[in-house]
């Protein structure tokens, strides 16, 4: 409508100059068309501007809504994953317990068998900030305290995190390695797992495997900042889901 208004008086304004009336006469009709043209155009982009910041929102708040699902799974995935790195530790600190020449329990590897021979590693749902962050949008984000604790989130809190675990994976994989290489059958379906697990090279990886301090803190500094961004996000939009 605001396009065939300017084409109508832009047309009116031709028309205007190319008539016969005296030269002040042309110059206020003219003057007026301006002032019509300039008004419609001006109403459009205010309009244009509205619905674009209204769509924006629209979107932001989508996003963010949905970002709070994918943290709260996330936050369940960090609080199980904190339980297996604290019976890591405690397996390991078992293992390195035992003095030289002394005989590991089997009935405790047997029970800390799970943790020993198992890797844990977070997987973020970070795929709905990447693709909103990729599209130029996170600056949509009007609340700069919760734009910024996202970003925080996901490009620092979350790479110390995984950085933290990958390196204990890493040494985890060490011991996996010397155990195939070491590990044999002695009857039946026994093998020598005990033994392989006592000796001073199995001791030596074991005890960089007794400390999860490091890894629990960073889970911590992870949650709490989820906390933080959905308490933020709740003020924004009630207790929508």
């Known amino acids: ?62 996003f963010l809504l949905g970002l709070k699902q994918d943290l709260k799974t996330d936050t369940v995935e960090m609080n199980d994953d904190k339980s297996s790195f604290l019976l890591n530790e405690k397996a390991f600190s078992y293992i390195n317990s035992i003095k030289k020449d002394e005989q590991l329990n089997k009935d405790s590897i047997g029970k800390y068998y799970q943790w020993i021979f198992n890797t844990t590693g977070l997987i973020p749902n970070s795929g709905r900030f990447e693709g909103f962050k990729s599209s130029g949008k996170i600056g949509t984000i009007e609340n700069k305290e919760l734009q910024n604790n996202i970003m925080d989130l996901y490009q620092e809190n979350i790479p110390n995190l995984l950085a933290s675990t990958n390196y204990y994976t890493a040494k985890k994989q060490r011991l996996f390695d010397y155990l195939a290489i070491s590990e044999k059958r002695t009857t039946g379906n026994s093998t020598n797992l005990i033994v392989v697990l006592a000796s001073d090279q199995a001791f030596n990886i074991c005890s960089t495997l007794t400390s999860t301090k490091e890894i629990l803190e960073r889970y911590d500094i992870c949650i709490n900042k989820i906390i933080t961004i959905i308490q933020e996000i709740d003020k924004e939009y009630g207790n929508e889901e």
């Not at 396009?3 to 006469?25: D, R």
């Open 1 to 62: 409508m605001a396009e065939q208004e300017v084409i109508k008086h832009t047309k009116k304004i031709f028309t205007v100059w190319g008539s016969n009336k005296g030269f002040w006469h042309k110059l206020g009709e003219f003057l007026l068309e301006i002032i019509i043209i300039v008004f419609a155009v001006s109403i459009s982009i205010y309009f244009h501007d509205k619905n674009e910041l209204k769509h924006q929102r629209h979107e932001t708040k989508e």
